[in-house]
């Protein structure tokens, strides 16, 4: 069968510091092997980091076009990226995570006959629910125009059909993926080292852990990387720390870890802490790498009860807890305590994890392409 040409219409920031940058480039390296052309593009201020995305891609069938950060480097490398797809004559799709982007691509789909357009759905979706200048009808239009949606949680198609009252034509679910291999050796240790690793948004509710370990035995300690891992990440937190008298000794703060260091940083933790604030955010819209990542480790998760969650997986699998420092304490004590019910669910978490494979996933995208 003929394949598409995909051109992922958002400029990238070219370093796996990005957590969007690291979705998309994964996300497509593992399409592309289904055969299909790959077209991104984005811009880049260290090239130590754009050499690791290459090394990444490989040789793949991605063509990555990268410019220097700078002004009039990027806009000519944006109109490059427009020309490759205009005076392309084969078959595209045009993929973009921005709903102001939807109106440029359908402009250039008047202009030929053989682009479609997939939206992708991610934390700033339903623009209306955070600036009050933008209408809920507009947004609807706006994907109504569109060939398909790609929803990165199930949550998501939940909050679309209850906000809109709509179904959409075309659409399917496709939550972030993992690469498995990396981490179904990482293991467990009884040393009561508790593990976060993430961005410290506001949305993400970092905060849940210090006030959850200053209700914990002094001998559990937090370990948590990634934030910036500048002098602002520091303050964050030695603020909470002094907030909820917690000992210095119990927190040990790594800074920002590269994606090929991540193994280290979960490896010989005691549980795997994944929370989230009361927010759409958190609640609808977030499809959280590091719950893929979590899963296929040997050690045990616990996550905030929220859609986000708790339709990817169940109580089956991961300790789920309220949105709440005393029930999530509570938890995690229940974990230290029963180590055969723990067991049993990292095994069941880790059969779950096998469906959110990379290579699952482009499996799954290959056929929705075909579909259409």
Known sequence: MKKYSIYYYHNLNLTFKSAQTLQVIKDYVYLSQKGYEVNLFGEYTNSDDLQDILNYIGN????????????LFKIFNKMRFISKILFNKKEKILVTRHFKKIKELLFFKKTSSNIKIFHEMHEESFPYLFKKKISK??????????????????????????????????????????????????????????????????????????????????????????GKGDEKSKEFIEKLMIKYSINEKRVVYLGFIKNSEIETVLDKSNILLLPLGDNIQSKYLTSPMKLFEYMATKIPVIAVDYPTI???????????????????????????????????????????????????????????????
């Open 60 to 71: 793949n069938n991605i063509i990555l076009q990268a410019s220097f950060s700078f002004k």
């Open 137 to 226: 009808n507009y947004t609807l239009n706006l994907f109504k125009q569109v060939d398909s949606l790609i929803f990165t949680n199930y949550s998501q198609v939940e909050l679309f059909k209850n906000e809109f009252n709509f179904s959409p034509h075309s659409y399917i679910v496709l939550p972030n993926g993992v690469e498995i291999d990396r981490f179904n050796s990482i293991e467990k240790e009884n040393n009561f080292v508790l593990t976060y690793l993430g961005q410290f948004n506001e949305w993400k509710n970092v905060e849940l852990l210090f006030s959850s370990l200053s209700l914990l035995d002094e001998k559990f300690t937090l370990r948590i990387a990634g």
């Open 310 to 372: 708790n339709l990817i997986t169940s109580d089956d699998e991961l300790y789920l807890s309220k949105n709440d420092s005393k029930n999530f304490a509570e938890t995690i004590n229940s974990i230290v305590e029963n180590n055969e019910e723990s067991r049993k669910k990292v095994k069941a978490m880790n059969n779950l994890v096998e469906k959110y494979s990379y290579k699952n996933r482009s499996e799954k995208f290959d056929e929705f392409i075909k579909s259409i």
